[in-house]
């Protein structure tokens, strides 16, 4: 008996040795997937520009008769691919994004706006040391570094067309920490990336950047564009950042001659204090001729011949827990292109303001919120010559419930 269960035992050891030599490693690369899911129901009384509910940022007109409507939107729910591989280069992290959300249109035929169209957010790979990361691919602008509260509105956060500037570009970047104290940390930040310009505007780029010769305008120039950012981060208490942006543009694209070169520059900055249940944060930016950077309230009017258009902006935002989960805010912001050189260059948008008030609830990763939205545009007319004729301010509302699950 002795010998008999020695034997099984042995057996049993042998087969354990086995299946464990036998069991596959453990994969190297790690696997993630994050986003969220979000869906809105709007009740508007008026046209909305970019369009209606998760992207409305300004009033296209003045409500006329009947012009009550009911939408549900579920276009900027996002999601977020990334894998994380062995140490490479010296001990650095390699990463890999890729993001995409649904706000690229609708499909066609008659179902078209349940058959949304994927729009690419970020993609790019990543060599992280810890405190230095260097990443190539396309990323949200440096001079982007803050949004204002709201779940109806990530996507295209209300601070656009009011204090916020700067979007998404192909690029080499640069992130360094630095230690300042125990409680204070400063990043530096750099990029040097696509010159952009309007693709479909009228010549070189129109409706074709990636055909043969559709070359934009901003790379026409033969020049990057380059940002850098500097941000310090008191505990949770208080975060201030300054970025800055510049890029040239020839208005001719190219193989025309030169002589119709612009830059587009600016510098926007903000701060965030959040003091116990409070939260206060605010932005505001100055520059010129920001149409790539989602400013001058998303036009581009410059040809050849014409000349620059300033504009500035500013959003503020005031917050307030109640409890853990319910929060309460209140936000108002102003974006406004020069007037005489945004009528000189006939732009039909000449100021927005935006004001907006919330009640927010989130419980873990879900979040629930009812949201009033104003926007006041004021819009320009231009007789057949190009002189202006006229303006008028709308004002539309947008009452929005939104339900968002963050994972």
């Known amino acids: 008996m002795k010998a008999k269960a020695l034997a099984v035992a042995l057996l049993l050891g042998s087969a354990a040795l086995a299946s464990a030599q036998d069991a596959p490693k453990p994969s190297p690369f790690t696997f993630a997937l994050h986003g969220f899911v979000s869906m809105s129901a709007c009740s508007q009384d008026g046209a909305y520009q970019l369009s209606e509910c998760q ?10 008769a009947d012009s009550n409507s009911l939408a549900f939107d579920v276009r900027q729910s996002r999601f977020n691919f990334s ?20 706000f690229q249109g ?3 035929g008659a179902f078209g706006d349940v058959s949304l169209l994927n729009r690419l957010r970020l993609a790019y790979s990543e060599l992280n040391w810890g405190n230095h990361r260097l990443a190539f691919g396309q990323l949200n602008d440096l001079i982007f570094a803050m949004a204002p ?12 067309e009011t204090g916020n500037i700067g979007w998404r570009r192909p690029g080499i970047w640069g992130f360094h920490k630095l230690a300042a104290s125990p409680d204070l ?12 310009w309007n693709d479909a505007a009228t010549g070189i780029g129109a409706n074709a950047p990636n055909q043969p010769g559709g070359i934009n305008q901003g790379e026409a120039s033969g020049t990057p564009a380059l940002e850098g950012r500097v941000t310090a981060t008191y505990q949770k208490l208080l975060n201030v950042w300054v970025a800055g942006h510049w890029n040239k543009v020839d208005l001719n694209g190219v193989g025309t001659g030169g002589g119709d070169e612009v830059t587009v520059q600016a510098v926007n900055g903000g701060a965030k204090l959040t003091f116990g249940p409070a939260t206060v944060a605010a932005t505001a930016f100055t520059g010129k001729n920001v149409g790539p950077l989602i400013g001058n309230l998303v036009q581009f009017n410059l040809r050849p011949g014409n000349d620059d258009v300033s504009a500035w902006g500013y959003w503020a935002q005031a917050g307030f827990n109640f409890t853990k989960e319910l929060s309460a805010w209140a936000f108002y912001g102003q974006q406004k292109p020069d007037e005489a050189d945004a009528k000189a260059a ?4 000449l100021e927005n303001k935006t004001t907006n008030v919330i009640l927010q609830y989130r419980d873990g990763g879900y979040g629930v919120s009812a949201e009033w939205i104003n926007f006041k545009t004021t819009n320009a007319t231009y007789d057949g010559t190009g002189a202006f004729t006229a303006s008028d301010e ?14």
């Open 106 to 108: 609708f499909g066609g």
């Open 394 to 407: 709308a004002s539309v509302n947008q009452y929005i419930a939104t339900a968002t699950y963050f994972f």
């Open 149 to 160: 509260v709201s779940l109806s509105h990530i996507a295209f956060p209300l601070g656009y």
């Open 83 to 102: 894998v994380k591989g062995p140490q490479v280069f010296a001990g650095a992290t390699p990463t890999a994004v890729l993001e995409i959300d649904f």
């Open 55 to 64: 992207q409305s940022l300004m009033a296209l007109a003045e409500p006329a």
């Open 185 to 196: 940390n400063l990043e530096l930040a750099w990029m040097v990336g696509r010159s952009q």
């Open 346 to 349: 006939q732009m039909a948008r």
